[in-house]
């Protein structure tokens, strides 16, 4: 066999290399992929923004920013708003078929339906409690000077009102069989 080049032969008088003042591994790897951080950022959306917004959120580059908007895009995750400058927005109706669709998996129908029943009695119990149809219809600082309540608590209170109403529209989509959703809709072919 024959020796080695010489300029591809170790160097016998260097010394190895610290292994201990190296990065451990555990923090070499550590932290959300690349794709969650774009997937959160857009997840936080509530106005169109551009590439370079949702690259700035996600603490990644600009052009990796174009590469997973379009692929969200592609998916359904995200809708473009405008074209130049390119803005996007995320899909609300994506995730909450998405949200149904986990629904559906994850609970039995006896399930679904105590959790509609709950929800739906939490809703009423608010409603009334408010004497209103929505909680957008009620004034916050209006509605604590009369009943002598700090603004923050009444905003809490309209905020679980919020979350009651969005969930019960999610159960009872997903005890639907068909939702009405074109996702959901099985092909007549």
Sequence with gaps: MKDP?????????ERAPDF??????EEVVRGDRTR??????VLGLDDPATASEVADRAG???????????????????????ES?????RNQEYLNWR???TLRSEYATEELLDLLRSESERA??????FDAESPT???????????????EDIWKQLSSWETARRRVSLLERALTPTSGDATDRESVA
């Design 5 to 13: 080049r010489s300029d591809v032969r170790a160097d016998t008088g």
């Design 20 to 25: 201990d003042a190296l990065t451990p591994p």
């Design 36 to 41: 969650d951080d774009f997937f959160d950022a």
């Design 60 to 82: 990644h580059g600009v052009d990796a920013a174009r590469e997973y908007l379009d692929w969200f895009e592609r998916m359904g995750i995200v809708t473009r708003v405008t």
């Design 85 to 89: 400058p390119a803005t996007y927005e």
């Design 99 to 101: 949200r149904v669709q």
């Design 124 to 129: 009423d119990t608010l409603a009334r409690e």
């Design 137 to 151: 219809t009620v004034s916050i600082t209006r509605y604590a000077a009369e009943t002598d309540q700090s603004i």
